[in-house]
């Protein structure tokens, strides 16, 4: 089920899932683990509204994106890519915000709309040094719709990998990613190829483990 993508986006963020939430007309269910970690990184108020485009080729962007090094907002982004090295990979940022976190200043560069795809990128910086980025409005291969019934049988006991989550619901449409306490923190998202009216789901890991779940919408 081919989707044209909408997506309003908000700064890399990690989320603690361990709820669930209901919106408008759509009831969201969350599944976490029984031992959560709960982190906290940098916020923002602006927001952009990607208008929608029809579904192009994101693989090179993706790529780009993957050459991205990261290091641990806990060790001042230490080993993480800086400023100059992300926009040699690239290119000039479309947008730049600032704000604090525990009196840390923290500063997120934007990419809107790479390649004329409807695709936006954000890499946080501390210390000028990269220690989040995020993806999203990646297109996918068309596949079988992803149902509920297969969201629900991947387990969030700690045991499932991220490649086997992979291997089961084809990749994402979205990636956040954020190093914090000497660990890997990742929220992949799909919502292309997935079963129900503007359905969606997302999944989080630790050290590409699943750690919790989230769906909306899903049939």
């Known amino acids: 089920m081919k989707k044209t993508l909408l997506t309003t986006l908000i700064l890399p963020s990690l ?16 599944t976490t683990a029984t031992s959560t970690v709960a982190t906290t990184t940098a916020s923002s ?12 080729n994101t693989d ?32 000039e940022a479309t947008a730049t915000s600032t704000s604090t976190t525990d009196d840390q200043n923290i500063e997120t560069l934007s990419w809107i709309g790479l390649e004329d795809s409807p695709v936006t990128l954000k890499v946080s910086f501390i210390d ?44 994402p449409n979205g990636k956040d990613i954020t190093v914090k306490d000497g660990k890997n923190h990742k929220i992949l998202s799909w919502n292309q190829n997935v079963a129900g009216k503007n359905a969606d789901f997302n999944i ?10 989230m769906q909306v919408g899903m049939e």
Do not use: M, P, W, Y
Request: net charge negative; glycine share 8%.
């Open 15 to 30: 989320l603690l899932l361990g709820s669930c939430t209901t919106t408008d007309e759509k009831t969201a269910t969350s």
């Open 45 to 56: 108020s602006i927001e952009e509204e990607i208008v929608s485009k029809e579904l192009v």
């Open 60 to 91: 090179g962007i993706k790529t780009n994106f993957e050459k991205i090094t990261l290091g641990d907002l806990d060790k001042q982004g230490e080993g993480g890519n800086t400023q100059t090295e992300v926009t040699a990979i690239l290119g």
């Open 128 to 171: 000028g040094k990269a220690f989040s980025k995020t993806i999203a409005n990646l297109t996918v291969a068309d596949t079988e719709d992803i149902t509920l019934e297969k969201f629900e049988a991947i387990a969030t006991d700690r045991a499932t990998t991220l490649a086997e989550v992979i291997a089961e619901v084809g990749e």
């Open 204 to 213: 989080q890991f630790v050290d590409d483990v699943v750690s919790s779940k």
